[in-house]
């Protein structure tokens, strides 16, 4: 049986304002979710301070061992943006100004009141960079290596997964199928476990909940084959049924 | 000048769910939140897979280096429900079924189905461990050393944050103020950092926006000292409106 080749990212969530609680981070769901169509899987994120230090620490040990990168925040102009010089430290080398990044806030801010030097840190990178387009504002994204710099605010980054969406290599994507079930987890332990392991190859996750006074759960099958996650829905949906359980197809 | 005990804590987010995208986290600024009260800075966080060897990565290294150490995730009732054994292995130590938990699920099953072999599951716990008051349901969290181990779904853990609510020894809370303005950060960068400089241990960050048609950011000063905050903000807010900006307190 050959191996199938899993294709990782790692993201580097890069802010202050998630560590103190002030912002819920979108980003991880974000990412997460367009990267399964990429068919590459989310292995591992981590949220560090707007530090040099903890962000090269993060950026070092997961660029390493995942075949992506993506860090989130800190590209914007004022002085507790310091993700590209970060970055430029952990990988040892220089920080300049990107010509065709300095053209494009030239432009952007052309009709905004002009171009600042505060304005231009936007177009400094780490060397031997390229660029990722921001479709929604000015600053573009930053590509170096496997690293991929993206903005902190969702909405512009979710433009930058737009313009890199079909670019990255990775394998078949993750497909993922659920049945809800008006039961408490703890019930059918034994049976998710036994299922689960009669499918190899697929993953099997319980979500309970509470709702309208009920509960329930729901029993998410996991797998970059398709038909194997559907024969092991079918399954599932047939033990729970047999068990005297109400089963709610596709989830509740 | 006496230097100012800083706390410190880390938080292992534990599930493939946040890592598909299938769900959103809420514990990451929840626990921020409750911990800046308790006088405790959350100083970094990551998201790991359920797999035991990451896990043990994750809170051997983040354990060492912070006052406390809190995961949410993967204590329920099922087979991917792998935290209690991978922290005791972290650990090197057992697990146990702790007797005072058996004695609160036996009887909060009572009433449900009756106790099983996968409910009596979450009786589980490292050696060593005491027990953490869960308010909402069944299954209590778990402390070890200086490890807190917390449920998956949010509502569960805040009422597991509030039975620990003032028993965690902790410095001075953060305090934080914003100032909100219509105005690009890009054109306020130098002013910021020069207000952030003139204040020694406060910290500005600044969050922009797009609203309404208009540009605006929100700038945030944060220090320990409530003093020096209400200095700073007082200070930027003049700086703001001399350079000829709309500025609004209290933030936008």
Redesign the interface.
């Known amino acids: 049986m050959e191996t199938e080749r899993i294709w990782t990212a790692a993201l580097v969530?890069i802010g202050?304002?998630?560590?103190?609680?002030?912002?819920?981070?979108?980003n991880?769901?974000?990412?997460?979710?367009w990267?399964?169509v990429q068919g590459i899987?989310?292995?591992?994120?981590?949220?560090?301070?707007?530090r040099e230090d903890?962000i090269v620490e993060a950026v070092n040990q997961l660029r390493a061992r995942n075949d992506y990168l993506f860090t989130t925040g800190g590209i914007?102009?004022?002085?507790?943006d310091i993700t590209v010089d970060s970055i430029a430290a952990a990988l040892g080398v220089g920080v300049v100004h990107h010509p065709d990044a300095v053209a494009v806030l030239e432009h952007y801010y052309a009709t905004?009141?002009g171009i600042?030097?505060?304005?231009l840190?936007?177009a400094r990178v780490p060397e031997g960079a390229t660029l990722i387009e921001n479709r929604v504002?000015g600053a573009p994204g930053i590509r170096v290596g496997n690293i991929f710099i993206m903005a902190g605010?969702p909405h512009i980054t979710a433009g930058m997964l737009g313009s890199l969406t079909g670019t990255l290599e990775g394998g078949r994507p993750?497909v993922?199928g659920t049945v809800g079930c008006w039961v408490?987890?703890?019930?059918v332990?034994?049976l998710?476990?036994a299922t689960?392991k009669a499918h190899e190859g697929v993953?099997?996750?319980?979500?309970?909940?509470?709702r309208e006074g009920r509960t329930g759960a729901n029993f998410?099958v996991?797998s970059p084959d398709a038909a194997l996650v559907e024969r092991c829905l079918e399954d599932l949906r047939a033990a729970l049924a047999a068990a005297g359980h109400e089963v709610v197809a596709g989830g509740i």
């Open positions: 969530v202050d304002e998630i560590l103190s609680g002030r912002t819920q981070d979108k991880i769901a974000q990412l997460a979710s990267l399964n899987r989310l292995a591992e994120v981590r949220v560090v301070p707007d903890a914007g102009p004022t002085h507790d905004r009141g600042t030097p505060a304005r840190r936007m504002s605010v993750v993922s408490a987890e703890s019930e332990a034994d998710l476990r689960e993953s099997i996750g319980s979500y309970p909940f509470f998410v996991r």
